[in-house]
């Protein structure tokens, strides 16, 4: 059996849906559940919006507040996977293991992201349904927060995140 998750996040522009890659990142999906488990996502901003680039969330309370985070987690880039449109990767420092809870959706095919450039950021799931509101969220306006750039004018945040597993049956070879 194959068994897969998919995430609906609710935000305050509407809903997307996301299948993750547990197989292909098996560390970052299962870091990614856990913050959902945790509800931790829940009133965070998508604070950083550059369009024909990401769109980047999961660390700022409404207000810019940062949020206290679990350690970091391995990166996962060399995973085979690329920062192509609508795919979810994870933010991180310089540090190549340093991310936590911050995640992007690429705008565009975002080959400069990809393994091994800058030792790339690790790619674990793909945005299956909403792709309007990735687009929406792309296109409101910003502008600079303290030492923020690229800060939406008007705060776009998450409501909820939900998950579900799902279950596939493997196909079988005769």
Do not use: C, W
Not at 1 to 11: A, G, S, V
Not at 26 to 35: C, D, K, Q, W
Not at 78 to 86: E, F, Q, S, T, W
Request: glycine residues 6%; proline residues 5%.
């Amino acid at each position: 059996m194959n068994e897969i998750i998919l995430l609906t996040i609710t935000t305050s522009l509407g809903s997307f849906d996301i299948e993750l890659y547990q197989k292909e990142a098996p560390i970052t999906a299962n870091n990614f559940v856990e913050y959902v488990e945790q509800n931790f996502y829940e009133n965070t901003l998508f604070h950083r919006v550059i369009p024909g680039f990401v769109i980047q969330g999961g660390g700022f309370e409404i207000g810019m507040s940062p949020k206290e985070t679990n350690p970091p987690i391995k990166n996962e880039a060399d995973n085979g996977l690329k920062n192509d449109k609508y795919t979810l990767s994870m933010a991180r420092t310089q540090d190549l293991d340093s991310a936590t809870s911050q995640f992007f959706i690429n705008l565009v095919d975002n080959k400069s992201l990809d393994y091994p450039s800058m030792g790339g950021y690790a790619v674990f799931g793909k945005v299956i349904s909403g792709e309007e509101v990735i687009d929406e969220i792309a296109s409101v306006r910003t502008t600079n927060v303290g030492p923020y750039q690229d800060v939406p004018v008007e705060d776009v945040y998450i409501i909820t995140v939900s998950y579900t597993h799902l279950t596939l049956p493997t196909k079988r070879r005769v």
